[in-house]
């Protein structure tokens, strides 16, 4: 049930028979009940005046005339008060009584009444009270009339008390928990940004900065997760190398500004071209690896022509590249080195053909 359909006595869980068992601890019975009725037309002739006393050395304390703060609240607050004192000699303390009382307590919490001032309020109600029965019973103080009239006011204030201080103590609970509640949930959210700040630097350190491909350090880590895939589910799996030709002398006349334009060239065109499943890398240098898995060495020129004509219609400096493809699976495989090896071999064959004249080569592994 959604607490805005709920009592606050239902919220609490005090119910009728609780509201008894707790009479039964303070020794409140009905015969408590029967003597504050009885009394009843005494206190509501003196009600003005008990209600102006009580206020009268309220609003003397700094704290209370503060959280008061004007004349139009000191007078509702007296109104209720006059309410509440004629309440407390009805006779009835069923669970609607309880329910105001909750409220009150409620109401005291909110606007900030601390328990010591509310328990001094209750101190100074008692006092008042227990005046005007002196005051009408004046001579006969000692009396049972008077001695069971003062036990009973007693007991029910101890009974109003244990009621404001379950909404005190349950409102407590409530900002604690929704203290506890907004904590987890920063803590969430941090651990949410700590992992993704953590995932943005784990793959800002296995990214070269400036052509956006991985590292070796990363090629390595994908290519042995690739062969490992490849082998145990009997696929292929293929390896370009790749050298810039005419890198070097690119850098010595127009400098290592040009040079990183190239390089980042290389890397926008090489994702560009590459499909989801493909892995591009900076191996270092002007060197570059590409993994591509479910790929033959026939596919993999496919993609290859396809970053060199990408390139060529770019401002390339007048660098081309020399390639070497090499593949292996489904039936057979090799070492993560010796497969290196092999694709770098063949790029140096590429290599040998373009210092011969100039262009773009590519030579596939058999």
Do not use: W
Not at 72 to 98: K, P
Not at 281 to 286: E, P, T, V
Request: with cysteine; hydrophobic share 40%.
């Amino acid at each position: 049930m959604e607490q805005l359909e709920q009592t606050l006595a239902e919220q609490l869980q005090i119910t009728k028979r609780e509201i008894e068992k707790r009479k039964e601890l303070l020794d409140f019975t009905a015969d408590d009940e029967a003597i504050l009725l009885y009394h009843k037309p005494l206190f509501n002739k003196y009600i003005d005046g008990i209600v102006a006393q009580f206020y009268e050395r309220q609003i003397q304390v700094t704290e209370i005339s503060l959280l008061i703060g004007d004349a139009e609240t000191l007078r509702r607050l007296q109104s209720a008060m006059r309410r509440y004192i004629l309440e407390l000699f009805d006779g009835h303390y069923d669970e609607e009584y309880v329910n105001r009382r909750l409220r009150i307590g409620k109401v005291h919490q909110r606007i900030g009444v601390s328990p010591k001032l509310y328990i001094a309020a209750v101190h100074l109600l008692r006092k008042v009270l227990l005046k005007t029965i002196t005051m009408q019973f004046f001579g006969k103080e000692e009396s049972q009339e008077v001695k069971s009239l003062e036990q009973a006011i007693n007991k029910l204030l101890m009974f109003d008390i244990q009621l404001v201080f379950d909404t005190y103590i349950a409102s407590l609970i409530s900002e604690v928990n929704m203290a506890k509640e907004e904590v987890a949930d920063y803590a969430r959210n941090l651990e949410d940004e700590v992992a993704t700040r953590t995932r943005q630097l784990e793959e800002l350190s296995l990214k070269d900065a400036l052509t956006g491909l991985y590292n070796q350090r990363a090629f390595y880590d994908h290519l042995r997760r690739e062969v490992a895939n490849s082998e145990r589910y009997q696929e292929v799996l293929s390896l370009c190398y790749f050298d810039l030709n005419g890198f070097k002398n690119l850098n010595d006349t127009e400098g290592h500004v040009e040079g990183d334009a190239v390089l980042e060239l290389v890397g926008k065109v090489t994702m560009a071209e590459l499909r989801d499943t493909d892995i591009g890398c900076r191996y270092g240098g002007d060197e570059f690896c590409l993994i591509l898995p479910k790929t033959n060495p026939d596919e993999a020129r496919v993609l290859t022509d396809r970053i060199i004509k990408t390139f060529e219609a770019s401002e390339n400096k007048g660098i081309s590249f020399s390639l070497g493809i090499t593949s292996m699976g489904p039936d057979e495989f090799m070492d993560i080195d010796s497969f290196v090896k092999h694709a770098d071999a063949l790029m140096y064959k590429s290599k040998a053909k373009s210092r011969k004249k100039p262009g773009f080569y590519t030579t596939l592994g058999t």
